[in-house]
């Protein structure tokens, strides 16, 4: 079978996205079909920039000749699936989310502006002609990579789809080695991955626990300053971004991980986590991360607040056995879920996709 995998992308961005394209694209060819990438540029600034990647996906029609030289188009981010193709199927990492979840938070686009306000009107029709349209071209099923991607689509655009999970990159790669004390936490240095939320539970341990952070973004001069204001200086490394080895190694030598971000997608650290058989520390408005971490079975999911993430601190590290069984209950509950890319390619190119999940047309928010 000849199969399109249309996304975006960001020149010089390479994160969890990208890995999940490869990881697709990959799995689809050794499952003996040939692969056609489809990839638009896509750009955050300026503000009319994500319009003009709209219009590029929708001149992109695959209609004649009954899909071309491709036989079926799996459509992954924003604004890729606004491309036609009389047998395309959705795959969404998440919809434009500074025009739906976001919008009217720090993190998103602020209400009352006619620029924003219009291209988000466009966005949402958009988005409910081709993910819940009728019409020939439109989406014939459409899965998400997690039921926090599939609640937002029925929350705002009132059509329905089912979570369809995949695993991190090299996921065998992962092990378990005997805890050191110290939490590592692994991630992007941005916002909405609320690092500084661990760096306060710290400064409110009873004991002196210890902290490494693994990754770059712009927050990182913040979270330093933080960390020397909080007298917590001493107690944590910004490593940056570190080798895959370096990576695996402080997953594997960890007491325990902590991964509180708001509202994520779907969330590999999770995953990699639990493949590392360590407990995780999670938050009640995390996301993603949610689907995955069974509170006081697997790990702790507490409240947002740094009081409630360093008591779930100082009781793993006061009790060894008790995380290394959160650990362990983790790894049992990762390899019952089926979380695997022969499932994922199966399911995506399976000859009736509406047996799997009808697409189903409500209202628009």
């Known amino acids: 079978m000849r199969v399109g995998i249309a996304t975006v992308h960001t020149p010089g961005i390479h994160g969890g996205a990208e890995f999940l394209v490869d990881g697709l694209v990959e799995a689809v060819r050794g499952a003996g079909h040939s692969v056609h990438k489809i990839s638009m540029p896509f750009f955050f600034e300026p503000m009319d920039a994500a319009a003009k990647t709209m219009d590029q996906c929708l001149a992109t029609d695959f209609m004649p000749f009954e899909g071309g030289q491709v036989d079926r188009l799996i459509c992954l981010k924003f604004p890729s699936y606004m491309i036609r193709h009389p047998d395309k199927r959705i795959w969404l990492l998440h919809q434009h989310r500074a025009a739906y979840d976001l919008y009217g938070t720090p993190y998103g686009w602020l209400p009352g502006k006619p620029e924003t306000d219009d ?20 989406a014939q ?6 039921e926090r991607v599939s609640a937002r689509l029925r929350q705002f655009n009132g059509i329905e789809s089912k979570a369809l999970y995949h695993p991190p990159a ?10 050191l004390p110290y939490i590592f936490v692994p991630s992007r240095l941005e916002g909405l991955k609320r690092q500084d939320l661990l760096l306060r539970a710290l400064a409110l341990c009873l004991t002196p626990i210890s902290a490494v952070f693994a990754g770059s973004g712009s927050m990182l001069k913040h979270l330093e300053a933080l960390a020397e204001e909080l007298g917590i200086q001493d107690r944590v490394r910004f490593v940056g971004s570190v080798s895959r080895a370096e990576m695996l190694s402080l997953y594997a030598h960890a007491a325990a991980v902590f991964f509180g971000p708001l509202d994520e ?32 079975e697997t790990g702790f999911v507490t409240d947002p607040l740094p009081g409630a993430i360093a008591a779930a601190l100082e009781r793993l590290l006061a009790s060894p056995e008790l995380a290394r069984d959160m650990g362990h209950n983790g790894l049992m509950r990762y390899k019952s879920m089926n979380i695997t890319w022969s499932h994922v390619v199966e399911t995506l190119l399976a000859d009736h996709p509406a047996q799997g999940m009808p697409n189903t047309i409500g209202k628009m928010a």
């Open 170 to 179: 090299n996921a065998e790669e992962f092990q378990y080695k005997p805890a």
């Open 265 to 296: 997608d779907y969330g590999y650290v999770t995953l990699e986590v639990m493949l590392s058989a360590k407990p995780v520390v999670t938050c009640r408005d995390s996301g993603g991360p949610l689907e995955f971490v069974k509170d006081g």
């Open 141 to 146: 099923v459409v899965y998400t990579i997690a």
């Open 119 to 138: 291209l988000r009107h466009r966005i949402m029709a958009g988005d409910q002609d081709s993910l819940g349209g009728e019409t020939v071209g439109s």
